[in-house]
C-alpha cells in the first residue's frame, strides 16, 4: 500500500511538472563574489536558466584579456552542478564583452567570443562558430503554444556613444541621446538576420537585450543611446507576427518593470533583472516607463508557462 501511494504521489508530481515549464534568468554573476542566490533559485525547479549578460567579470580598462579566461575558470567553480541539467542559454554584455561599455571597435571582440563560445560549449555546428556575432533564436513549443527566444548581441556591432561632459555619482560615464540615424546598435547583418525571425507566427515572443531597451530618463547605456535604433525596434515588434512581446534585460544592478504602449496599441513589457550577485543600494532614477520602483537588492527573474491554466507570467524575485 505504501509503495502504490508513494508511486501516486511520484505520479502526480510528474503530472504537474509536465503541466508547467519553468525558465529562470538574471545577470551581473561575479565569479569573485558569493552566489547564495542559486540557492533561492533552486527551489524554483526550473527547466531552464538564461544568462543575460555580465555572466563573469573578467573586463579590463585597456581591453586585455588576460584576465577573461580565470575569470570563466573560477565562474566554471561556482556555479551550481545542478545547473549543467538544465538548458542554458546566454549571451553577453560588457564585462564578459572584454571592456567596459564596450561596443564594435572592441579590438579584441573575436577573441573573447571564442572564450564565451567554449565556455558555454556551443556545439561546432552552431552559426555562432562561424559568423560575427552572439545573436541566435531558439523555438520552443509548449502545450501547442509557440514560444520564441531572440537573443540580440548588442555588443559586437554597435557604433559609439555620445558621452555627457560630467560622470554620474558613481564615476561612471553617462551619456546622452545620439538621433544620427547611421548608428547602429546590432549592424545590418543582424538586422536583416531579425526582421526575418520576426516574420515566424508565434504564440509568444521573447527578445532578450543585454542592455535596456524601454527605459528612458537616465543616462546609463540602453537602446535609448541610439533613438533611431530603438525606434525602427519598436516599429518592428509593432508590425510583427506576435500580439504578446516580452523583453527581457539585464546590466542595470536594478531590477524593474517597463511599458510602452505602441501607436497600433500594442503593448511592449519589458523586465529587468540585475543583479544576482552585485548589488548597489543606488538612490531611485528617473523612470516615466517604468511600472512601480526599481529593486536594487540581489534579485532574478521567472518565466511560468502553466499549460493548464494557458497562462504565461513574467516576474521578479529577491533573495527570499
Request: aromatic share 12%; hydrophobic share 35%; charged share 25%.
Amino acid at each position: 500500500t505504501r509503495l502504490y501511494q508513494f508511486l501516486i504521489i511520484i505520479f502526480i508530481a510528474n503530472t504537474a511538472s509536465a503541466e508547467k515549464y519553468i525558465i529562470g534568468f538574471g545577470s551581473c554573476l561575479d565569479q569573485d563574489a558569493p552566489q547564495p542566490i542559486w540557492d533561492s533559485i533552486k527551489k524554483e525547479s526550473i527547466n531552464s536558466f538564461i544568462f543575460l549578460g555580465d555572466n563573469v567579470y573578467g573586463d579590463m580598462p585597456s581591453g586585455d584579456l588576460k584576465n577573461m579566461q580565470s575569470a570563466y575558470n573560477k565562474q566554471k567553480m561556482m556555479i551550481p552542478d545542478w545547473l549543467n541539467n538544465i538548458e542554458i542559454e546566454a549571451v553577453w554584455d560588457d564585462h564578459d564583452y572584454g571592456i567596459n561599455d564596450g561596443g564594435g571597435s572592441y579590438k579584441n571582440k573575436f577573441e573573447s567570443e571564442k572564450i564565451f563560445l567554449d565556455f558555454w560549449n556551443i556545439p561546432s555546428n552552431d552559426p555562432r562558430r562561424t559568423r560575427s556575432g552572439l545573436y541566435h533564436d531558439v523555438l520552443k513549443d509548449f502545450k501547442g503554444n509557440t514560444i520564441q527566444f531572440i537573443f540580440l548581441d548588442t555588443r559586437t556591432f554597435r557604433d559609439g556613444l555620445k558621452p555627457t561632459d560630467k560622470k554620474g555619482s558613481t564615476g561612471k560615464e553617462r551619456y546622452l541621446p545620439n538621433e544620427d540615424s547611421s548608428l547602429t546598435i546590432l549592424g545590418s547583418e543582424q538586422w536583416r538576420w531579425l526582421r526575418k525571425k520576426m516574420e515566424n507566427p508565434v504564440d509568444y515572443r521573447v527578445i532578450i537585450s543585454s542592455i535596456q531597451f524601454l527605459p528612458i530618463g537616465h543616462g546609463w547605456e540602453s537602446w535609448y543611446n541610439l533613438p533611431f535604433e530603438r525606434n525602427r525596434m519598436i516599429e518592428l515588434i509593432d508590425n510583427s507576427n506576435s500580439e504578446n512581446t516580452i523583453i527581457l534585460s539585464g546590466d542595470r544592478h536594478r531590477g524593474g518593470l517597463y511599458q510602452l504602449k505602441t501607436k497600433q496599441g500594442n503593448l511592449i513589457s519589458e523586465m529587468t533583472s540585475s543583479s544576482l550577485n552585485v548589488s548597489y543600494p543606488n538612490s531611485e532614477e528617473a523612470g516615466p516607463l517604468r511600472i512601480g520602483d526599481t529593486f536594487t537588492e540581489e534579485n532574478y527573474g521567472a518565466i511560468y508557462l502553466d499549460g493548464v491554466k494557458n497562462t504565461f507570467s513574467v516576474v521578479l524575485k529577491n533573495m527570499d
